[in-house]
């Protein structure tokens, strides 16, 4: 289970989150961060779930995203999600 707390005021906003990343059957792993910031798109963003698309995510919007800002962004991202997790699902199989 990931914790996820935010509060977003006109001029700050606060991101909490737990940093213990766990195995699928639920036992600790390691620990991570869970946040990230995206100051190119006016963003930040925290993630919950399967900490490899999470990072494969964060680092495409960092890298190479064209996007301009949010709105821009939510165009590309269902899609570029969608194919981020069938590559991380693949290469799981793959190690089983």
Not at 29 to 57: D, I
Not at 61 to 79: F, I, K
């Amino acid at each position: 289970m990931s914790l996820l707390l935010f509060a977003h005021n006109p001029k700050e906003v606060y991101i909490f989150t737990d940093t213990l990343a766990t195995t699928q059957d639920g036992e600790p792993m390691l620990f991570c961060n869970k946040s990230f910031v995206q100051p190119h798109l006016n963003m930040t963003m925290a993630m919950m779930g399967v900490q490899e698309l999470g990072n494969r995510w964060n680092s495409r919007l960092m890298a190479s995203m064209l996007a301009q800002d949010v709105d821009m962004l939510d165009l590309h991202t269902p899609q570029q999600l969608r194919q981020s997790e069938g590559r991380a699902a693949s290469r799981s199989c793959k190690k089983g």
